[in-house]
């Protein structure tokens, strides 16, 4: 396939954002090119674990709840039928999700915040003692309390889901270019016109940023941090029930960890020695941080000493002040548009591809936009933590 000289809309990022943003907008008529600096799933897409977790985070704050459980939840409603609508099957399991509380003082937190959620609208979730959490998964260790649980909370397999929306939008016409970078996006009188990359220049009429954590590379005027994660997988393990869970132990938080269809142990989101901002992008794993990630799966489950980890890797994720994603078109600058800042993509990758190509067809989207807009972080820069993790991130932002 030749290199293209112009289009109408480019979209910078190959992962699953990108590619579900291409697929709605290609479906809906317009001409699509996604480009992606190495392979598709090839950033946080391939490298995570899996979890639909339509709440994250322990927010006792009304707005933050709905500002999430609003696309979330249509979100979930989506994720039924999406491998027939794609033709591809991405293993998606509505197997529940469980936060689990590893101390009394979260337990007693869980307590008032599972009646707030309740009241606030969210009537799915369920507060579970020690003993019914126990009797949803028999291999957690007595360092649980607790937890809440949300039975339609889920797992699935994002490689494929990003292989699939990506081969859904090539059926409409779109064309995706791997190993193409964009180094610049080219602004003039104070429209993006084009983008350079290392393999030309294309000129566009539509630039959309989904670079998720390399986003603000592009487009500096919005703060959104990369953020390092890394992820285990054992050997096979037959008896554990497939679930989703987080919790937090010694401070750290384990957000993600699902038993895959073959019977692996995936858990991720554990403890990095990345600090630096720069360090946030590697994605190699030293052995110091095996054996940190092995000492917190011991903690947390009992009798899975002797079980092998298979795989190990990093990946790198993006967090905004607010926790969630910034949408929208970028403020002073006619013909770009950001799609980035995706902490927890499962949960709102499709649905916001669908948001976004309403948005950008039809000129409004079914379901607003407004909590995601990038003006409410546009040159404003926030003073982060010098050194940080997930941990220092949440507590910096109170999102315990
Ligand atoms: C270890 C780990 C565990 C996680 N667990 C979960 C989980 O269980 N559940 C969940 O919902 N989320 C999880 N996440 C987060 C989730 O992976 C992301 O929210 C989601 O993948 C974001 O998708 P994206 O398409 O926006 O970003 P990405 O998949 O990172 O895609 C961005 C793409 O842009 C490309 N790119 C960057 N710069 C350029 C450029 N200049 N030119 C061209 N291309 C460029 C990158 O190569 C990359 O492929 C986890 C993340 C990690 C790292």
């Known amino acids: ?26 479906k809906r008529g317009r001409d699509v090119i996604i480009l992606e600096m190495r392979n598709l799933a ?25 500002n999430r459980l609003n696309y979330t939840r249509e979100n979930n409603k989506m994720l ?18 469980i936060d689990i509380a590893c101390s009394e003082e979260e337990w007693e937190y869980f307590k008032k915040l599972v009646p707030f959620q309740k009241e606030v609208g969210d009537e799915e979730v369920i507060l579970v003692d020690k003993q019914q959490l126990k009797d ?8 649980v309390w607790g937890a809440r649980y949300r039975p339609t909370d889920g797992t699935l397999n994002p490689f494929k889901l990003n292989i699939g929306f990506a081969l859904a939008a090539k059926k409409y016409k779109a064309k995706v270019f791997t190993e193409t970078k964009i180094e610049k996006i080219v602004i003039k009188h104070g429209t993006a016109i084009g983008v350079e990359t290392n393999n030309g220049y ?57 038993q895959q269809k073959s019977g692996n142990l995936l858990v991720g989101g554990l ?55 910034c949408i929208g078109p970028i403020p002073q600058i006619q013909g770009l548009y950001i799609v980035a800042g995706f902490s ?33 972080f546009y040159n404003k820069k926030i003073s982060w933590p010098d050194s940080y993790n997930y941990t220092v991130l949440a507590e910096f932002l109170e999102r315990k």
């Open 42 to 66: 090839s950033g946080a897409s391939g490298r995570n674990g899996g979890m639909v977790t339509q709440l994250d985070g322990r927010d006792k704050n009304k707005e933050a709840i709905l």
């Open 344 to 376: 927890n993509g499962m949960a709102f990758a499709p649905i916001i591809g669908k948001l976004v190509a309403e948005d950008l067809t039809q000129g409004k989207p079914s379901i607003t936009l407004k909590p995601f807009n990038p003006e409410r």
């Open 136 to 143: 949803l998964c028999s291999l957690l260790s007595d360092i």
């Open 202 to 258: 294309i000129q566009a009429n539509l630039i959309i940023n989904a670079a998720n954590a390399w986003a603000p590379l592009l487009i500096p005027e919005i703060d959104i941090l990369p953020l390092r994660q890394v992820a285990v997988v054992t050997e096979r393990i037959p008896e554990l029930p497939v679930y989703s869970f987080e919790a937090i132990i010694d401070r750290q938080v384990i957000f993600g960890s699902t």
């Open 271 to 325: 403890g990095t020695q990345a600090r630096k901002r720069e360090d946030h992008y590697k994605e190699d794993l030293s052995p110091y941080e095996i054996e940190g990630s092995t000492a917190i799966f011991n903690i947390l489950f009992k009798g899975l000493g002797d079980v092998n980890i298979i795989r190990s890797w990093a990946g790198t994720m993006a967090f905004t002040a607010d926790g969630l994603p």
């Open 80 to 97: 039924a039928g999406l491998a027939e609508e794609l033709s591809y099957d991405f293993e998606y399991n509505r197997c529940g999700g």
């Open 1 to 26: 396939m030749n290199f293209p000289k112009s289009t109408d809309v480019i979209i910078i990022g190959g992962g699953l954002v990108g590619c579900s943003v291409g697929y709605q907008l290609a």
